[in-house]
């Protein structure tokens, strides 16, 4: 993990925890923000949503690291765990997208009128861009939680 | 990790790197053909949650890691819940009423060397479903931008969707576990640990 990122020649230090859960906050809140601006108008904000959600890996990826670098023996441990604890919490995410996608497919074509067919589609997109959103930051965002401030473990 | 699978009343030495493949593969190969028949016969319309119960089997009778039960000692090495009421007919007819005691902590708590192999093999399967949600949310894209791309293959765009998100579903269930079961090397067979 990065302690201090350059961004536009100033640098800012990521020492603190914090600090660090500041930052995991502020980018899941403008991720939901984007999501739920995308709810309300899905041909306008849908792009923008994307690109909130590219913004946002690229800025965990910064200060966390893909978990592909090399390390040791400590920090291998310590990245395999935080991949295991997302790995659990998204597996229920998982299958409440499969039931949003199994609603979507049954009831909105067969039961529902086209409101509510629109509405389960829409239901369905936005639990799958969660996903995939989480999928790809949830790892560091634990990384950057839990992890102690840095001074006090030199 | 277990040793030997008991499947049915019947002890099956699994510490054989060879035999966990060959069962492996043997899952995967059923879970492949349960989708390919409810494919030919109902599209997964209605019948896609059978996957997710069949992915849910395999984990509890031979993969183990989400459930008591199965090769892969639980992730989470929770003690087992002592139920008080004596063990349903069913499961005593079909042998497989197995209690682990909560104070035989070896058999559901991970050592420290098996809480890092669970960890890497979710790394490792975290890395590999990267790739099949990545897919998934290509098709997920193209159904809204050009629904009409994939019409010559003979499904439907929403078919392929819902059957890859049943695919992903049952590798987030199974991968880990088959991970460890085909890495882990040759084991000593129980009963020669114990002598």
């Known amino acids: ?154 | 990790m277990n040793a030997e699978l008991v499947f049915f009343g019947m002890r099956v030495s699994m510490a054989r790197r060879d035999r966990r493949r060959a069962l492996v593969i043997s899952i995967y190969v059923a879970l492949a053909v349960l989708m390919a028949a409810l494919w030919f016969t109902s599209h997964w319309h209605g019948t896609g949650a059978y996957v997710f119960w069949a992915a849910i089997i395999a984990c509890r009778l031979f993969l183990g890691g989400n459930y008591a039960g199965g090769l892969v000692k639980q992730f989470e090495g929770r003690a087992p819940r002592q139920n008080q009421r004596p063990p349903s007919l069913l499961a005593l007819k079909l042998r497989i009423y197995r209690p682990v005691l909560a104070a035989d902590e070896s058999k559901y708590r991970n050592d420290e060397r098996e809480q890092h192999q669970r960890d890497w093999a979710h790394y490792k399967a975290y890395q590999v479903l990267g790739v099949a949600i990545c897919i998934l949310w290509a098709l997920s894209l193209q159904r809204i931008v050009r629904p009409g791309l994939l019409d010559g293959i003979g499904m439907s765009s929403d078919e392929m969707y819902f059957g890859l998100l049943l695919i992903v579903l049952t590798l987030f269930l199974t991968l880990p576990q088959a991970i460890l079961l085909w890495t882990e090397p040759d084991m000593e067979p129980e009963t020669e640990m114990v002598a």
């Open chain 1, 1 to 154: 993990m990065n302690t201090q990122i350059s961004l536009f020649g100033k640098s800012i230090s990521f020492a603190s925890r914090d600090r660090r859960r500041g930052i995991v906050v502020g980018l899941y809140t403008a991720l939901a923000a984007s999501i739920a601006g995308w709810w309300v108008f899905p041909r306008v904000l849908g792009v923008a949503a994307i690109l909130a959600l590219l913004a946002i890996l690229l800025a965990m990826t910064a200060v966390a690291g893909t978990g592909a670098e090399e390390g040791d023996e400590r920090q291998a441990h310590r990245r395999d765990h935080v991949f295991f604890i997302a790995h659990r919490h998204l597996s229920w995410l998982l299958i409440v997208v499969l039931m949003t996608a199994s609603f979507r497919s049954s009831i909105a074509s067969e039961l529902a009128g086209p409101v509510l067919g629109a509405l389960l589609e829409q239901v369905a997109w936005v639990v799958l861009f969660a996903f995939v959103a989480l999928y790809g930051t949830l790892p560091q965002a634990i990384l950057l939680w839990t992890e102690p401030d840095i001074e006090e473990a030199r």
